[in-house]
């Protein structure tokens, strides 16, 4: 090969490098452990912690209204929430800037989500409990109360496949999380 087939080489790995990890989320599966206690606010804006949630399979998503792919992925999310009745699957999209709760209503209705409720940690709380760091941060929670996964990034919470891992929670198994294609593109190039 020549010296500028392989520049172009280099530079299209490169590309695909940024590509994979500007739109792809890690999933990361989860041996069952504790989900270590925290408060946030719910839509009457009381403090509450998960455990009021247990029993039900709960989405709870981190996000803020200044992050790109947080708001890419609120549809799916929206469209996950009315999927499901609540006595199944809880999504709780817990919103991290600190804004007034009208401010992000009047974002809710701008984008006309129907099934999400507001909850908000304004101080950012639940960061430095959960050890999150980037946003979107998404942490799936069985039935028990305990943590199985976590996805950084974004992804697309209505798709066949999430609502296969929904459907198989929601019924007490503990299902086998297969990777993306973009978790495998991932691995090829290095990651």
């Known amino acids: 090969m020549n010296r500028i ?8 790995f490169m590309w695909l490098t940024v590509s994979v990890h ?6 990361e599966s989860l041996a069952p452990q504790d989900m270590p206690e925290f408060t946030f606010m ?10 009021q ?9 981190f ?30 999209t817990v919103n991290v800037d600190p804004l007034r709760k009208p401010g992000i209503q009047s974002f809710y209705d701008e984008n006309r989500y129907r099934y999400l409720k507001i909850y908000q940690d304004p101080t950012r709380a639940s960061q430095q ?5 980037g946003l ?12 199985i996964g976590r996805e950084v990034g974004y992804e697309k919470w209505d798709s066949a496949d999430a609502l296969a891992l929904f459907d198989q929670l929601i019924e ?14 991932k691995g090829w190039v290095g990651f």
């Open 172 to 185: 007490g198994k503990n299902p086998k999380i297969q990777p993306s294609l973009l978790q495998k593109m």
């Open 63 to 92: 996000w803020s209204i200044t992050c790109g792919p947080c708001i890419a992925e609120m549809p799916s999310l929206d469209q996950l929430a009315g999927y499901y009745p609540e006595e199944d699957l809880m999504v709780i």
């Open 129 to 133: 409990v959960l050890k999150w760091q």
């Open 22 to 27: 500007a739109f792809g989320g890690r999933y």
């Open 42 to 51: 719910n839509p009457e804006g009381f403090p509450v912690m998960l455990d």
């Open 5 to 12: 087939t392989c520049f172009f080489c280099m530079l299209f």
């Open 136 to 147: 979107p941060t998404t942490f799936i929670i069985n039935k028990e109360g305990k943590l």
């Open 53 to 61: 949630y247990k029993g039900k399979v709960i989405v709870l998503n």
